[in-house]
């Protein structure tokens, strides 16, 4: 029997995450507090900083979770964790994102952790969003639906309001889960179509208005830097913006 002995061939998408994830890892310095988003992308970031920590590369760091899912990872690769009430800073935070418009303004809450990740990475000294190209858009919401944290006695009358501002608002289900998807926080995510977002800033602060809204996954001026990953031909880089 013949063995089969090649590497498995990476997908693009999982390649580019992979090369920004590694990049964004290596920004980190001995001594910060760091940021640590949710996602893939960002999950990938964790598993880097950890091989970083891991190998004495990196001391005397602290980071600070925006999920279940982030603070698990911290713990399996090392790092020592802290919570946003115990630190007098963050030097830098490191997120994904759903859709990255020119003004680096973002759609976060893919994964509904956008609630705690805008209270982490607004307060950061540097926000890097790590992301591949796929998620570079012209005006944000034009392939996204726009997450909405929402208190669950609140859901029916939030859409309502939702939909007076021009979104036709979805309550996201649960896979492998009967029901609705519950956020970390206990809350419901509002998945919310707007066609096109032009004036982000406004939206972001009209929706956060609305009793009920913990809050929405507009990122608006927040991005100190984006890194993106590119493929060429079956060559993969990291382009700055
Ligand atoms: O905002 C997020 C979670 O709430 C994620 O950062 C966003 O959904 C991007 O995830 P991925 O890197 O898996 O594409």
């Known amino acids: 029997m013949l063995l089969n002995t090649r590497k498995p061939v990476m997908d693009p998408v999982t390649h580019m995450k992979h090369e920004v994830a590694k990049a964004a890892a290596s920004r980190v310095q001995s001594g910060m507090v760091v940021g640590l988003g949710s996602g893939s992308t960002a999950a990938l970031m964790i598993q880097y900083l950890g091989d970083r920590v891991r190998n004495g590369e990196l001391t005397n760091i602290q980071a600070v979770p925006t999920s279940f899912q982030s603070s698990v990872l911290a713990n399996e690769y090392g790092i020592p964790l802290t919570t946003l009430n115990e630190v007098d800073r963050i030097d830098i935070a490191i997120d994904g994102a759903d859709e990255v418009d020119p003004q680096r303004n973002l759609i976060k809450g893919g994964g509904a952790c956008h609630t705690r990740e805008k209270l982490v990475d607004a307060r950061a000294e540097q926000f890097i969003v790590v992301v591949d190209s796929s ?107």
């Open 135 to 241: 998620k570079l858009v012209e005006a944000l919401g034009t392939t996204f639906l726009l997450p909405v944290e929402v208190l669950p006695e609140a859901y029916i009358q939030v859409g309502k309001a939702l939909e007076k501002l021009g979104g036709k608002p979805e309550l996201r289900m649960a896979v492998k889960k009967a029901g609705p998807v519950v956020t970390d926080q206990g809350n419901l995510v509002l998945d919310v179509k707007f066609d096109r977002i032009d004036q982000p800033a406004e939206l972001e602060k009209a929706i956060n208005n609305i009793p009920g809204v913990l809050e929405n996954g507009l990122f608006v001026g927040l991005t100190d830097l984006v890194l993106v990953g590119e493929v060429d031909g079956d060559r993969v880089s990291v382009r700055e913006f």
